[in-house]
């Protein structure tokens, strides 16, 4: 996210996380624009997720402590020895995978020691989310029991699909593209009825 009216409509809706991407060659590109004074207005208990590709751990380093960030999500091919580094200097790892079967999971394993969560993408040749989804199927066959995020193409139609995946290490949900008027601002009404469907729909079950 980007834009400051925008971000303070969505914090409204208290989403457990918020991310802002710090790759340059993305379009939701937040550093140049993003002013931390902006999460002084956040509601205490949303967690600041800072997006990085292949990024030096300085640098990482330097953006947490700019724009209090709780935690990073890499999304690049960064190593199970770059995630041990952040872990130990107490950063809150969420790291990406591409899967395009449940062959993927096998890369997985390495990580889990030195991260908090995994994040589950499409497959792309291009590093950040391609927009599309892959087969959610898959996931029955995920046994490592670390907990991820479903990401990929997550559209306002999913609710059913969604609240049907039964693996209990699935922990949350990354919105992004298909929720967007354009890149790095969110179509509330869309974002507020999913959000709501999400949590309601849930509770009766």
């Not at 059913?160 to 593209?177: C, K, Q, V």
């Amino acid at each position: 996210m980007r834009e400051p009216e925008n971000m303070l409509e969505v914090a409204n809706l208290k989403p457990d996380l918020m991310g802002f991407i710090f790759y340059p060659a993305s379009p939701r590109y937040a550093a140049k624009i993003l002013n931390p004074e902006i999460f002084t207005r956040f509601p205490p208990d949303i967690r600041k997720v800072g997006v990085f590709v292949n990024t030096g751990f300085d640098e990482i380093n330097e953006a947490i402590r700019k724009y209090s960030l709780d935690m990073v999500q890499l999304h690049g091919d960064e190593s199970p020895e770059t995630c041990h580094r952040l872990s130990e200097a107490g950063i809150h790892v969420i790291k990406s995978f591409n899967i395009k079967d449940s062959s993927g999971f096998k890369l997985c394993a390495k990580y889990i020691p030195y991260t908090n969560y995994f994040l589950f993408d499409a497959s792309t040749s291009k590093y950040g989310g391609s927009g599309y989804k892959f087969d959610w199927k898959i996931l029955d066959k995920y046994e490592l029991g670390h907990p991820f995020f479903l990401s990929g193409g997550v559209t306002s139609k999913d609710v059913y699909n969604i609240l049907e995946i039964t693996n209990p290490a699935f922990y949350g949900i990354d919105l992004n593209s298909k929720f967007e008027v354009k890149a790095g601002l969110k179509d509330f009404k869309t974002l507020k009825k999913f959000v709501y469907d999400i949590r309601n729909k849930n509770k009766s079950l």
